[in-house]
């Protein structure tokens, strides 16, 4: 495995200014009709693949493949501007494959998506178990053996998952955490889009605390303010119970709540797994985590807004690796994780585990 993650480093070498950046390390397209990868592409797969050979249920100190590969991974984000990544979601379908096609971390980031979408559509959940993907920033993809729903789902190509999506949760209106495209192809099959901002999810739009029943799944909504002043009751936070055939998984997406306890009213009180996002005020993540009204003790701790690329930069909140690994080491629970694109992970036997 060593080997492999040296030879992708050394793969990369002279393409991380290919994000955002000049010319260099670009190659003349394939022939029409070929199927072969270009460099880049042979080298945004290998990322990921290494990536996804290691585990994401570490804490620091990584090991030393994943370690590598975080700061692979890292060294390509900081080649790639915000300008440059929002050009691409917004140019039409042909012009960003063909952007994917010639820049090795705008493949990760395609290749992570079409491994989670493959999953979705594959993945046969045995009873008593979920899988869970992180798809990209605070982007989580839930499956169970009766039912499969995404939280904050924002991507380039995310209305590709409406077919297999049965529900979607967002919240707030703040375009790191949608996809209009999505939102507007769930509603027209019909299928729930729970929100504080589209009041034309009908029964699923609330600007107050309210509780649902989908299916086998049960979901708890608090509102919240969001971590910048002067947004205040903008974060719908979700407490979801996934059900009896889950594994009875019970789980918490804050989006980016203040983490007000007060504003935490209708929570459950023990959860397995909290995503909270990486907070600007250091450690405001632990006021929600105890015992005490409004709080919650969680088994596991996916730590969650991590290199969200539309971000100019750390003072804008595009926080790097290191700094999520750091705080990631502080949140009060022991299993406290940074996942990444395209990461597959498995409840099972009252677990958390890797899907490797």
Known sequence: MKKFVFAIL?????????????EGGQIAPPDPGSEELTAQQKAGKSLAEALWATTPLQRQPLDNNRSLVFDEIQSYADQCSADYFENYLKSV????????????FLYFYRYAFDRVLNDIKNDKVEDGSTHIWLLYNMGYVIKTPSCCFGIDIMHRWAEKLAPYLDFLCLTHNHQDHYNTKLIDAM?????PVLSNFREDGQEYYS???????????SIRTSITDHNNSGLSNFITVYSIDCGSDSGNLTLMHTGDSNYKPAQFTNVFNRINILLPRYAPDALTENRIIGEGNGQ?????????????????SIEDSRWSLPLALERASKINCENTYVPMWGEKMIWKNNKLNSAL
């Not at 379908?93 to 090795?104: L, R, V």
């Not at 509603?187 to 299928?191: N, Q, R, S």
């Not at 919650?296 to 100019?312: F, G, K, N, Q």
């Open 187 to 191: 509603l027209a099959a019909g299928k």
């Open 296 to 312: 919650i003790i969680p088994d596991y701790v996916l730590l969650s807004h991590i290199l969200e690329l539309t971000h100019a």
């Open 93 to 104: 379908d042909q012009t960003s494959e063909n952007q994917e096609k010639y820049d090795a």
């Open 207 to 217: 600007i107050s605390p309210a509780n649902y029943v989908i299916g086998k799944v």
């Open 10 to 22: 050394f793969i990369s070498v002279g393409l991380l200014s290919s994000c955002g950046g000049d």
